[in-house]
């Protein structure tokens, strides 16, 4: 059976967009998006009217929903190319798109960096060993299953790139670190999440049911709430 890809394209990030159809036979019922754009990826690729086209760029490492990095708007909705089926997609045309949210590198190809700069400039990534003492390990270890693949972010009413607010990603990454902070360095970390967090989220939960990883946002959100308001 032949699928129609349709792929939203551009060749830098002053380029303008332009779309461009491919043909791709599926021979495999467990195929995904990421099995059509590694094909399509490859030089010599041709498009549906049979021309010879440069390869589909396009952000993509395990291929087993682990890194997060081939993020893109599937269909119209945020989704990883490793975790989305063919035979799962209705319609005639499957329709492949980058996320909106980050300046274009290259067709699918995101600039996603100024997030994580953000959370080296915000002191959220560990620098040295810590000890845990086990206190609160649920909120620990749902946090640290985050693919900080950023669909959380794109369908966020709140979230922009330009602004505070961090988003459900930015909030991942400091529900660990609320539970393990002492003195000082906890105070400040509090201020931090109440301010780039707590301030900005709206409470929409739209990040709920998005997260290919399948945490529980809401539980995530309430616990850090929590840790951010209280003392201990």
Request: aromatic residues 8%; charged residues 30%; contains cysteine.
């Amino acid at each position: 059976m032949n699928r129609l890809i349709r792929i939203r394209r551009q060749e830098n990030k002053d380029s303008l967009p332009y779309y461009e159809e491919f043909c791709y036979e599926v021979n495999d019922g467990e195929a995904r998006i990421s099995t059509v754009l590694l094909e399509l990826s490859r030089p010599g690729v041709r498009n549906k009217a049979g021309e010879q086209t440069r390869p589909v760029s396009w952000e993509h490492s395990c291929h087993q929903k682990r890194c997060g990095g081939c993020s893109m708007i599937i269909n119209g909705e945020p989704r990883l190319a490793c975790d989305t089926r063919l035979s799962d997609l209705k319609g005639d045309v499957i329709r492949l798109e980058p996320l909106k949210k980050f300046p274009v590198v290259c067709d699918l190809l995101v600039d996603r960096s100024a997030v994580f700069e953000r959370y080296r400039e915000l002191g959220l990534y560990l620098e040295e060993e810590t000890a845990y003492d086990g206190y609160d390990d649920e909120t620990v270890t749902e946090a640290a299953f985050c693919l900080q693949c950023g669909l959380c972010l794109e369908v966020c009413p709140n979230y922009h790139p330009a602004g505070e607010f961090l988003g459900m990603s930015g909030m991942t990454e400091m529900a660990g670190l609320l539970v393990q902070a002492e003195g000082d360095k906890a105070g400040e970390l509090k201020k931090t999440y109440r301010r780039d967090v707590y301030e900005g989220c709206g409470k929409s939960l739209s990040c709920r049911n998005i997260c290919p990883a399948g945490l529980d946002m809401e539980m995530l959100l309430a616990r850090s709430n929590r840790r951010a308001w209280t003392r201990r």
